[in-house]
């Protein structure tokens, strides 16, 4: 009997090892691998024949160490990226159109249309499917609740007010929140060209077309809102050292000398992270020429490895990743970030991100299509590094907005012809 | 006199590792708190904690033990003879073999991370601890140390031991060796230290959470929107502790007032 | 034949062939392969284009390029004599094999053993303009806030700072070993002629510590040409390109743009200048220890 019971255990033991599979997954941050993990753990369970390991490379570095392992032909089995890195990718990953047909019942069309229109973009043309996205972010301005109060200053949608302000009332606000509280500052912006863009898209100024050619120059206002956005750091609104030597806008934020972050949707988990969720609240950006969220967000591909049976589970992977009733739902949960699917309103178990997931989805419906299509065309993510150097130097008055839009032309053009 | 000046230059050099370590004891919204408090009002083990339950650090920390300490070995024995032979040697364009390797001296690796991928690729070592160690065991830093170390030792004491018929292995063995143990003492030092630190080849070898290093893994908490500081500070605090032992372990082989008195061979 | 009587053995060419392979493997072998990169058009992902010698000619051009150089001589000309002195000082301080020493030589080291990133993020918080510890202390004593990573005179500085902060306690550990190295013979000698503390360090010490001079000079020139993750980290090389030293520049375009061939071509250059610079200055030096033997 007893023999006969340890024949049966080393039997399943060899017969696991021989069936199950091994899969890699890559992860461009240790904190998004956290939750990965999370709902991977899930997976197994319900399949047991898969084991799936996240591993995590650092954010800075992603797309160098990805570029490395295509090159050497060694792609992960599952990866995840970001809007940013994901489209120069694309060539090297599987399409999921037919499993997704397949799996879910529905066309690749229709499986991309019940995404919203700023995440289609990324998901690829015509009936390819690329990716699933994951998590969805978008943009809006979040604020210091107790500094608003003590200025008197409603704020749209959940301080009091409806509408948006307008870009001259919002200039007005900051000077007053400032003023009351007796802050260095007023407002906090990242240093990074996305956080420009996002700005910039709010006077219905592009800097690229949707092929990736420069068109800036053909704006009218195209000076004007550099120049504006320049003033708020000559004028002490925003720090300058956010800007000048990348100082930290969360620090500056939650250490409450700011007292608004023009961020975006991540900053739920953050707050949340930092233990100041019921201090701070999401506003809507100020109306410009118009108003909305730039978006951007995290995607899963499956590269083409060579390896068909790991290929066939990866893809299995993704698939329950991308069915809203099976892995989506229960990874979005765990990260408290937006759901990148038209009308799927999750129960995070927190009311809190409950009333920010509506804020930030107005701000993601009412963006147009070109603000994501041109940041992922690859002449963007070529130069992005110059267009936040630039205004750092125009911070500084070192360079024009004219000077400035002549050199991004310029790096614009030579980026293009040299791909 | 002396006591004073080292003490007060010391009490500078600690002041932001002294902040590092009581920061690291703090919760991520105490972190936050503008004005920052020096000591941590409530001491919190969250940045200590988190990194043993998210992570595998056990894991990571012998596999930066075994790279380091393998490729410390080598690399001293590697620097050592190197020096000597540049130094000592009499072998024509002895001259230029020493710039050869003095122009690597301003070689940034993060420049040649992509003709090294390559390379470390073609010779199978992908993947794999080895491929952590073979292409760091030669450092320039290491060798030019050497060579100038080398340079100084009196030639007196190599040309009486050939006169006495020693033959070029056993001076090396018998006389540079011994001669050379504060050489070896701060190059094992330092190239602990390198290997200890290092961040470039990890991360373009190392495809596998069960090859991650120590400075892998503490780079990969650097995320997207935010960056958990007291798990960095935690990390960074006990990521020095191995680097410690080495040096006051080593520091032992120094020795004040070589003389040729007591060597022989 | 004995393998004692070979000719590489006797001129001892043969201690150098094990570093020399490696060396050859990991250093000399990718640098040929960058001077062939340099020639080419390449983002990692797609084929590489050969454009001849255009990377080189829009170098050429490039202002920044030429602006980071620059900054990157301040950087090194600024930090490699501070360096120098402090290091000389902690190792003439800290020579003797007592307890006292051992143990505070620890600290000394101490700033060199902490990884980079965890020592540049610690540095940028402590010398953050609005929240950091530094100018809190400042503030509380009534004084102005100074604009320590901002200003991009005074940021160089800072960072200058820093680089001396991690590189002093391991120019220590040369001096040290250069110290100890020097037979107690020639300091007897000196004391029976009634030589000074002063003048014994002077005419005895410094001109025996030649090669340990050349050595600290040399590394501390290659560091700071070769390093760029405290400003990487400090101030992403701002404010603007205030603190963008050759290395960071180079590898800018690698990794943030992509152009492979083109930061290549920056990378053979900043090699090329940062070589000649420390030959020189290395030979001047051993003229002099030449000429004024003692």
Known sequence: MKRLLTFTLVFLMIAGSIFSVKLTMYSSDESKARVLRQVVELYEKDHPDVSIEVVAFPYANYMQKMSLVFLGGNPPDLLETTATYLPQMTQFMKNLGPDIQKSLGLTPQQYKDSTYDVVKVYLGEGDVVHAIPLHFTTYSVWINKAMFDKAGIKYPPLGGREEPWTWEEFKDILRKVKEVNKIPYAMSIEYSADKFFSYLALWNITVLDEEGNFVMDQYENAEKAIEEFVNLFKEGLVPLAEWLSGESHTNNFFGGITAVDWAGSWMSRESFNAGKQNEVSP??????????????????????TGNAEKEKAATEFAM???NKDTGYTEYIKRSRDLSAYKDHTIDYGEPLLETWAEVHQVLAERAPAWSTTVRATAVWSRITDTIRKDIALGITGQMTPKQMIQHWKSEAERVKEEL | MRKTIVIILAVLFMIPVFWTVTSSFKSMSEIYKYPPTIFPKKISFEGYINIFKQSNFMRYLYNTLFVAIISTIITVFLCVS??????????????FFTEIVVITLFVTAQIIMVPLFVIIKQLGLMDSLWGLIIPAVFTPTGAFTAIQYMKDLPDEFLESAKVDGANEWQIFVKIVIPLS????????????????????????????????????????????Y???????????????????????????LFMKGLSAGGLKY | MYLKELKIVKNRFIFTIPAFVFHFLFYILPIILMIVLSFFSW???????????RNFSQLMKDKWF??????????????????????????????????????????????YMIPMVAAGTMWKWLFSRNFGLVNYIITSMGFK???????????????????VWVLAGFMMMLFIVGLQAIPEEFYEAASIDGATKFQKFWYITLPLLKNTNISVITLSIANCFRNFTIAYIMTTGGPGYATTVAPLYVYQKAFTDFRLGYASAGSLIVLLISFVIAYTVRKVQEREIEGGKI
């Open chain 3, 145 to 163: 806030p100074v604009d320590w990573l901002d200003n991009p005179t005074l940021a160089l500085f800072t960072i200058v700072l820093v680089q």
């Open chain 2, 226 to 252: 935010g960056i958990p500081l007291n798990e960095i500070l935690a990390f960074s605090v006990m990521s020095i502790i191995p680097t410690l032992i080495i040096f006051l372990l080593f520091q032992n």
């Open chain 3, 43 to 53: 983002d990692l992902l797609s084929p590489m284009k050969y454009v001849g010698l």
């Open chain 1, 283 to 304: 506003a809507y950006v100020p109306v410009i020429e118009d108003w909305f969220g730039i978006s951007g967000g995290g995607f899963l591909a499956v590269p083409k």
């Open chain 3, 66 to 111: 030429w602006n980071s150089i620059i900054v990157s001589f301040k950087y090194t000309f600024l930090a490699v004599p501070i360096i120098f002195v402090v290091s000389l000082i902690l190792g003439v301080l800290l020579q003797e094999e007592d307890r006292f020493s051992k143990i505070m030589r620890v600290f000394f080291y101490w700033p």
């Open chain 1, 320 to 322: 329950w990743l991308a």
């Open chain 2, 181 to 224: 143990k504060p050489l070896i003492a701060s190059l094992a030092i330092f190239s602990f230290t390198w290997r200890w630190n290092d961040f470039v080849l990890p991360l373009i070898v190392i495809n596998s959470g069960k090859n991650f290093t120590i400075q892998l893994a503490l780079a990969t908490l650097q995320g997207q």
């Open chain 2, 82 to 95: 190197l020096g000597y032979g540049l130094a000592k040697g009499t072998f024509r364009h002895k001259d």
